[in-house]
T-cell receptor, first 114, second 111 residues
């Protein structure tokens, strides 16, 4: 089955630790995205990548880093510099030919930092 | 003022009712308009998208775009308890990589 997988589903970390969230897709999509969702808020874009070895900052990139070494993988690192990291993190991908409007989402990772 | 405004609800209706969900926006350059459905603790799934103005129908769902009023709607006919979810509108400019999301409307269909 084609799709997007995110792991783990739940993640707990102590303040001051970096943590990496995994995102893998087997849809052969070129573009991948990371969003953050807070209660009662829409999705906010953290980073996106249109092609391997290239990525751009979204609206709230501070305190986050990404890499895109393979087409199917786009891991997100939440660093200790992120002031309020507890949130629901969503990864998405879209085929290049349809543009960003046809985005498909993974199941999400709920990160809790205490 | 946010670029996309969506009433967060919650909205509660009886089974079988027609549901109307709406978003307004301020950027007249938006051309693609999407509706996503998100069940609790899950990722959003794309329901429908519309390019420019007009209506689009898919089964019990109808998406409507009125660019002159900067207003989009999603109608759900014969609503079912399984339609209970948060509905997010999203839109973007052709060629742009960024989707702009509304904050979502939480919908409950009561049996």
């Amino acid at each position: 089955d084609g799709g997007i997988t995110q792991s783990p589903k739940y993640l707990f970390r102590k303040e001051g630790q970096n943590v990496t969230l995994s995102c893998e897709q087997n849809l052969n999509h070129d573009a991948m995205y990371w969003y953050r969702q807070d209660p009662g808020q829409g999705l906010r874009l953290i980073y996106y990548s249109q092609i391997v070895n290239d990525f751009q900052k979204g609206d709230i990139a501070e305190g986050y880093s990404v890499s895109r070494e393979k087409k199917e993988s786009f891991p997100l690192t939440v660093t200790s510099a992120q002031k309020n990291p507890t949130a629901f993190y969503l990864c998405a991908s879209s085929p290049w030919e349809t543009g960003s409007y046809e985005q498909y989402f993974g199941p999400g990772t709920r990160l809790t930092v205490t | 003022q946010k670029e996309v405004e969506q009433d967060p609800g919650p909205l509660s209706v009886p089974e079988g009712a027609i549901v109307s969900l709406n978003c307004t926006y301020s950027n007249s350059a938006f051309q693609y308009f999407m509706w996503y459905r998100q069940y609790s603790r899950k990722g959003p799934e794309l329901l429908m998208y519309t390019y420019s103005s007009g209506n689009k129908e898919d089964g019990r769902f109808t998406a409507q775009v009125d660019k002159s009023s900067k207003y989009i709607s999603l109608f759900i006919r014969d609503s079912q308890p399984s339609d209970s979810a948060t509905y997010l509108c999203a839109m973007n400019i052709q060629g742009a990589q960024k989707l702009v999301f509304g904050q979502g409307t939480r919908l409950t269909i009561n049996p």
